[in-house]
């Protein structure tokens, strides 16, 4: 019970933290030229983003359902994609976007997929996503703090450090006996040694991911070049033009993972609400755009995706019945 209600103070702390920071930002832009920001929104734009995302999960759901159908555990693509609609939604408001690995829950409680097969799905791909993610917003950081002489780059290389410690575990959890076996003592814990075990019977599915390795790398390029869009489109909904002599296209390829990054630093806050914003707000800053336009920019992209993964309740739900 204590530990129930030190979870649920944490938890009201980082909501607390997180609107104390967005509520900073509105300070900051002007609260009366956000809301004009959001009054001359441009709906086709908007809607072309949604459905870019919505293309972006699909893909994603399709990399599960490979990787799944490989191991002998097929399960229908509208059944995945829901699944993945709730590990969405709670990546939405957990640290780190932890929140996400309860899709393999979610495909393990109500779909009858094993805990193992089902976390090797959502794992192997997460993998490669973070591998690519340190690597294109390392390169943009690199260019922000040598060409745009950013200051305190130090809290974007935090985020770098911390992504990168997080799939260094993920790494080894799954491929490596060794590092898992030094958890041997938790063996006979009551919910340890259950997560324990189920490593250890991830570790001998891991091995489908390395055989799927070519096309989950062509389709990670696919929702990369999707997600970079769907911000595109939201920036235009804003009616937001940057100063670059290249494509602006170009800028988002690079702009969503660096910011992505900045929810991978410990911070107090709902999956990195409030400072990732703050960071992209920075970062937008450099290129010409106003402070109300970026602000608008960085919360109608989180907010878009979170209504977006709204029905995902459904499957979560079903978890706490």
Not at 245 to 260: N, S
């Amino acid at each position: 019970m204590k530990k129930f209600i030190t979870s649920k103070f944490q938890i009201a702390l980082d909501v607390v933290i997180s609107l104390l920071i967005v509520a900073a930002l509105l300070h900051f832009a002007g609260l009366e030229e956000f809301l004009d920001q959001l009054a001359s929104i441009d709906l086709f734009w908007l809607a072309a983003s949604i459905v870019l995302l919505l293309g972006m999960y699909l893909i994603m759901a399709f990399r599960i359902n490979i990787l799944l159908n490989e191991m002998g555990a097929p399960l229908s693509m509208v059944s995945i994609f829901k699944a993945h609609l709730t590990g969405m939604l709670l990546s939405d408001i957990t640290p780190a976007r932890s929140g996400y690995l309860s899709t393999a829950l979610v495909m393990h409680r109500n779909y009858k997929i094993s805990s193992e097969k089902a976390m090797v799905s959502i794992l192997g791909p997460q993998a490669y996503d973070f591998i690519f993610k340190i690597l294109i917003g390392g390169i943009a950081l690199l260019f922000l703090i040598e060409y745009a002489m950013i200051e305190n780059g130090w809290v974007m290389w935090a985020g770098v450090a911390g992504l990168s410690f997080v799939l260094l575990v993920m790494l080894l959890l799954m491929y490596s006996r060794h590092f898992l076996n030094f958890f041997s003592f938790s063996e006979s814990w009551p919910f340890l040694g259950k997560l324990y075990s189920m490593f250890h019977r991830v570790q001998d599915h891991s091995g489908v991911v390395i055989k799927k390795t070519p096309i989950l790398l062509f389709l990670l390029v696919v929702t990369w070049t999707l997600k970079a869009l769907s911000w595109y489109a939201v920036a235009k909904a804003l009616h937001i033009t940057l100063s670059i002599p290249y494509p602006e296209e170009v800028f988002y390829f690079f702009f969503q993972p660096l910011v992505t990054m900045l929810e991978f630093v410990p911070t107090p806050t709902l999956a990195g609400l409030g400072f990732s914003e703050a960071g992209g707000v920075l970062v937008l800053s450099l290129f010409g755009v106003t402070a109300a336009q970026a602000t608008a920019f960085m919360l109608v992209a989180r907010l878009k995706s979170t209504l977006v993964n709204l029905p995902g309740i459904e499957e979560a739900l079903k978890l706490i019945k």
